[in-house]
T-cell receptor, first 118, second 115 residues
Framework: GAVVSQHPSWVICKSGTSVKIECRSL??????MFWYRQFPKQSLMLMAT?????????EQGVEKDKFLINHASLTLSTLTVTSAHPEDSSFYIC??????????????FGPGTRLTVL | GNSVTQMEGPVTLSEEAFLTINCTYT??????LFWYVQYPGEGLQLLLKATKADDKGSNKGFEATYRKETTSFHLEKGSVQVSDSAVYFC??????????????FGSGTQLTVLP
C-alpha cells in the first residue's frame, strides 16, 4: 500500500514551452502533497506544499507564477512548469501524506520526473 | 529552526561489512525521525522511522535508535549487501512548531557496496 505515482517519468521539452507533471496517490487519500526539486547529488529542496481545495504554499524563492500547482482532488496534484528554460532542468519529486498518517507527517514519495529543457 | 546533519559521503564498503551513517538533528520541539533511501533514478522510499525518544526503527536489517540526549538517529546495518548501494537521507518532522509540518532533510549519504 501507500503507492504514489508520477507522470511522466521523464520529459524533454523546448525552451519556452510548458510542462505538466502529475502526482497521484494510488491507494490512499492525501489532503497534503509536497513538491520537491533535486539537483544532481544534492538533497531535496521543498518547493511548495499543496493542499487539496486551497492554494499551494510556496517556499521562499520559488516563483508561484512559474511553478503552478493544482490539487483538485484527494488523490491528484499537478505541477506545471510554465515557460520552461534550461535552468529549470531538474529531477522533480512529489510526496503525499495520507490523511490517516498526518500525526506523524509520514510522507510517501513518487518515483520522480526528470525534466530536461533544451 | 530545524536542521539535520548527516555524515558526508561517499561511503564505500565491502559486502558483509558493518555500516554506520551518522545523523544528528536540531529541533525546537519533539520531532519524528526518518531514514529514507533513494536508489539510482528513483524517488525516495521510507526505510524506517521513530516517533519518540528511545524508539528503535528497523527494516530490512537496518536499525536506528532515537536518542534524545545526544539528538542523534544513526543508521546501522550489521552486514551490508551490494543491493544496499543507494543514497540515504535522514529527515525530521517537528510538530510542536505548529507550522506546515514539513520534512527537513539531511544532505544525503551515498553508499556503495562492493562485491
Amino acid at each position: 500500500g501507500a503507492v504514489v505515482s508520477q507522470h511522466p517519468s521523464w520529459v524533454i521539452c523546448k525552451s519556452g514551452t510548458s510542462v505538466k507533471i502529475e502526482c497521484r496517490s494510488l491507494d490512499f487519500q492525501a489532503t497534503t502533497m509536497f513538491w520537491y526539486r533535486q539537483f544532481p547529488k544534492q538533497s531535496l529542496m521543498l518547493m511548495a506544499t499543496s493542499n487539496e481545495g486551497s492554494k499551494a504554499t510556496y517556499e521562499q524563492g520559488v516563483e508561484k507564477d512559474k511553478f503552478l500547482i493544482n490539487h483538485a482532488s484527494l488523490t491528484l496534484s499537478t505541477l506545471t512548469v510554465t515557460s520552461a528554460h534550461p535552468e529549470d532542468s531538474s529531477f522533480y519529486i512529489c510526496s503525499a501524506r495520507p490523511v490517516a498518517r498526518e500525526v506523524y507527517n509520514e510522507q510517501f514519495f513518487g518515483p520522480g520526473t526528470r525534466l530536461t529543457v533544451l | 529552526g530545524n536542521s539535520v546533519t548527516q555524515m558526508e559521503g561517499p561511503v564505500t564498503l565491502s559486502e558483509e561489512a558493518f555500516l554506520t551513517i551518522n545523523c544528528t538533528y536540531t529541533a525546537t520541539g519533539y520531532p519524528s525521525l526518518f531514514w529514507y533511501v533513494q536508489y539510482p533514478g528513483e524517488g525516495l522510499q521510507l526505510l524506517l522511522k521513530a516517533t519518540k525518544a528511545d524508539d528503535k526503527g528497523s527494516n530490512k536489517g537496518f536499525e536506528a535508535t532515537y536518542r534524545k540526549e545526544t539528538t542523534s538517529f544513526h543508521l546501522e546495518k550489521g552486514s551490508v549487501q551490494v543491493s544496499d548501494s543507494a543514497v540515504y537521507f535522514c529527515a525530521l518532522s517537528d510538530f510542536s512548531s505548529g507550522s506546515a509540518r514539513q520534512l527537513t532533510f539531511g544532505s544525503g549519504t551515498q553508499l556503495t557496496v562492493l562485491p
